[in-house]
């Protein structure tokens, strides 16, 4: 997201100070935790992924859980995951985070930083984890695809991961990502993938 390869360009001591208190100057937002603690203003709030989120963002939102995991734990954590809902828009999940901890940058805005300095860089934080989202995602897709195909040939068991590696051979235009969300074949190429699979075409009665 924008803000965190922003955060990413800023040294440490600055993205620090950003962003502490960083939810307070968020437009039409309450925050109901505030008032639970005594140091809100010392806490951010960042968002990672939304309900229509794309795959790159869900990816990324996967590994920053991850690298802040261990800061969620015990009494009096750093980090606590937070999933905001407007009935208008969904929802919205990311996290808070304690940045400064008795006038000390914490070490889970330290990991954080380190996050999205790395995102600044290089847009995906893991490429196999991507990747492997990509592929997922349009082996979904194929079968929604041939959703009318269906009925006219005579398919085997898991008949779309032969179907996506014969395009990937052959036609891999039809299945780059679209709208960062997998690839989405046409008609057309599924027929000729199917064809070239030798999958029979049912006659009619």
Not at 45 to 72: E, P, V, W
Not at 107 to 130: G, K
Not at 176 to 194: I, K, T, V
């Amino acid at each position: 997201m924008a803000t965190a390869t922003l955060l990413g360009d800023l040294e440490l001591e600055e993205a620090a100070t950003r962003s502490a208190g960083n939810w307070e100057r968020f437009n039409c937002f309450v925050w109901w935790r505030e008032q639970e603690m005594d140091d809100s203003d010392q806490w951010m709030i960042h968002y990672t992924h939304h309900r229509d989120s794309g795959l790159l963002d869900q990816s990324n939102a996967t590994q920053i859980r991850k690298g802040l995991q261990s800061f969620t734990e015990g009494d009096d954590p750093d980090v606590i995951e937070e999933s905001h809902n407007h009935w208008v828009v969904g929802y919205i999940d990311g996290f808070s985070l304690r940045v400064f901890r008795d006038g000390e940058i914490t070490e889970a805005f330290r990991t954080f930083h380190q996050l999205m300095e790395s995102l600044a860089n290089y847009p995906i934080l893991n490429d196999e984890d991507f990747s492997n989202r990509e592929y997922e995602a349009t082996v979904e897709n194929i079968v929604s695809a041939a959703w009318r195909l269906k009925n006219e040939y005579e398919l085997k068991d898991e008949w779309q991961y032969e179907a996506y590696s014969w395009l990937s051979d052959h036609e891999c235009s039809a299945i780059e990502s679209r709208s960062d969300q997998g690839g989405y074949p046409s008609e057309d190429a599924l027929r000729r993938c199917f064809t070239a699979l030798g999958f029979k075409q049912i006659e009619d009665e």
